[in-house]
């Protein structure tokens, strides 16, 4: 335990230096781009020029975007919280993805119980979603199944959310560094999608936990508290 809590302390540090090149990137690039942008709208501008400056926007925007995920990562995530309608949410999510799995050969098995209704931030949890069905989405480049689960756990007085793929599943040491910031197995990947995820859970009062075996596939679950005053029957 005394490991994992150095672990934790210095996955925090890394954070906040993280943070602090991520906010003063933030400001010089923003001077490139629109400098760049200036100079790309030049009507005298040869064409290999044209090609050259599009290349360095494509990149600023590359280091734009990361910059913007660590900074969100990285800020504190106090969530507001109201009671909201968990299964809503994930529909919304799943269809806001269709489109991209759609194109991409995914099928889509969804099971959503109406009337979860949970103390959340709904933005924040919509967010968990759509990052938890890239990472299945990603997991699945020749297409495959996708599952989403919500339904109630009426003992332990939680709802649970499933997201499952028949992907490619990880290797046990991926596993246990899934949810570490900046740990990646992508060329394009930031690592901090399931970091993300676990902050945004753990500040809800859940749990998160992750099956995962090789070449058939991940499946993570969500356990969230439900809010015991507005239940589903009343
Ligand atoms: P990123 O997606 O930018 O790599 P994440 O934090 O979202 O960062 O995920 C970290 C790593 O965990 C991924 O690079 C990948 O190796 C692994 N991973 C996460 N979700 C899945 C999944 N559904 N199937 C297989 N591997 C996964
Ligand atoms: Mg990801």
Same mark, same amino acid.
């Given at each position: %335990?005394?490991?994992?809590?150095?672990?934790?302390?210095?996955?925090?540090?890394?954070? #906040?230096?993280?943070?602090?090149? +991520?906010?003063?990137?933030?400001?010089? &690039?923003?001077?490139?781009?629109?400098?760049?942008?200036?100079?790309?709208?030049?009507?005298?501008?040869?064409?290999? @020029?044209?090609?050259?400056?599009?290349?360095?926007?494509? *990149?600023? =925007?590359?280091?734009?975007?990361?910059?913007? #995920?660590? &900074? @969100?990562?990285?800020?504190? =995530?106090?969530?507001?919280?109201?009671?909201?309608? &968990?299964?809503?949410?994930? $529909?919304?999510?799943?269809?806001?993805?269709?489109?991209? /799995?759609?194109?991409?050969?995914?099928?889509?098995?969804?099971?959503?119980?109406?009337? /979860?209704?949970? #103390?959340? @931030?709904?933005?924040?949890?919509?967010?968990?979603?759509? $990052? /938890?069905?890239? =990472?299945?989405? *990603?997991?699945?480049?020749?297409?495959?199944?996708?599952?989403?689960?919500? *339904?109630?756990? #009426?003992?332990?007085?939680?709802?649970?959310?499933?997201? +499952? @793929?028949?992907?490619?599943? %990880?290797?046990?040491?991926?596993?246990?560094?899934?949810?570490?910031?900046?740990?990646?197995?992508?060329?394009?990947?930031?690592? &901090?999608?399931?970091?993300?995820?676990?902050?945004?859970?753990?500040?809800?009062?859940?749990?998160?936990?992750?099956?995962?075996?090789?070449?058939?596939?991940?499946?993570?679950?969500?356990?969230?508290?439900? =809010?015991?005053?507005?239940?589903?029957?009343?």
């Amino acid at each position: %335990m005394e490991g994992e809590m150095r672990r934790r302390e210095q996955l925090a540090a890394l954070g #906040e230096a993280a943070a602090v090149i +991520a906010h003063e990137i933030r400001n010089p &690039l923003g001077i490139i781009k629109t400098s760049s942008q200036l100079v790309a709208q030049r009507s005298y501008l040869a064409q290999p @020029d044209e090609r050259l400056l599009g290349f360095v926007l494509d *990149e600023v =925007n590359r280091i734009d975007r990361l910059v913007t #995920e660590v &900074l @969100d990562y990285v800020r504190p =995530n106090r969530p507001t919280m109201r009671a909201v309608a &968990l299964d809503e949410i994930v $529909n919304k999510a799943v269809d806001f993805m269709a489109p991209e /799995l759609d194109k991409r050969g995914i099928a889509r098995d969804i099971a959503v119980t109406n009337g /979860l209704v949970v #103390e959340a @931030d709904a933005d924040q949890i919509h967010q968990v979603i759509i $990052n /938890l069905v890239l =990472n299945a989405m *990603e997991a699945m480049a020749d297409g495959g199944r996708l599952t989403v689960k919500a *339904e109630a756990d #009426e003992e332990a007085a939680e709802a649970v959310l499933t997201i +499952a @793929d028949s992907g490619t599943g %990880m290797e046990p040491d991926v596993v246990h560094r899934m949810f570490d910031p900046f740990f990646t197995t992508k060329t394009k990947g930031t690592g &901090l999608g399931l970091a993300k995820v676990l902050s945004v859970v753990e500040h809800h009062g859940g749990a998160i936990t992750c099956t995962s075996a090789l070449e058939s596939g991940t499946s993570i679950v969500i356990r969230l508290p439900l =809010n015991q005053k507005k239940s589903a029957n009343d």
